[in-house]
C-alpha cells in the first residue's frame, strides 16, 4: 500500500475552477498509472482519469473530456486535476488512486477530499 494524500478539494459555483494534488510517497516506477476516481452521495465510485507515470498518457470518462486534465509533476511526486467549467454533477469526493505496475488494478487509495458545485 502506498500513502497517498489529496487536497485541494472545496466549494465552486458552477463554472468555477479547481484543482487537486495527490502526494504520492515512496517511488513511483514508469509503468504505474494515477488515477482519480470519484462518488457521489448514493452513488457507485467511478473512474474519472488517469495517467501512465512514465509516459505521461492520459485517458478520461466522457463526461469530464474538455473540462479536466490530469497532470504528474514528477520531481515532487504529485498528481493533479485541473477541473474547469464545473458543473453541480462533479459533486462528490474524489479519490486518487495507484496502479503500482499499470495493469489496470488500483490497489491503494487516498482518503478523499470533497469537492461541492454550487448551481
Known amino acids: 500500500q502506498t500513502p497517498l494524500a489529496e487536497s485541494g478539494g472545496g466549494l465552486v459555483q458552477a463554472g468555477g475552477s479547481l484543482r487537486l494534488s495527490c502526494a504520492v510517497s515512496?517511488?513511483?516506477?514508469?509503468?504505474?498509472?494515477l488515477g482519480w476516481f470519484r462518488q457521489a452521495p448514493s452513488k457507485e465510485r467511478e473512474f474519472v482519469a488517469r495517467?501512465?507515470?512514465?509516459?505521461?498518457?492520459?485517458y478520461y470518462t466522457d463526461s469530464v473530456k474538455g473540462r479536466f486534465t490530469i497532470s504528474r509533476d514528477k520531481a515532487e511526486n504529485l498528481v493533479h486535476l485541473q477541473m474547469n467549467n464545473l458543473k453541480p454533477e462533479d459533486t462528490a469526493v474524489y479519490y486518487c488512486?495507484?496502479?503500482?505496475?499499470?495493469?489496470?488494478?488500483?490497489?491503494?487509495w487516498g482518503q478523499g477530499t470533497q469537492v461541492t458545485v454550487s448551481s
Open positions: 488512486a495507484e496502479d503500482r505496475g499499470g495493469n489496470g488494478s488500483f490497489e491503494s
Open positions: 515512496g517511488r513511483i516506477y514508469s509503468s504505474t498509472a
Open positions: 495517467i501512465r507515470w512514465g509516459a505521461g498518457t492520459t
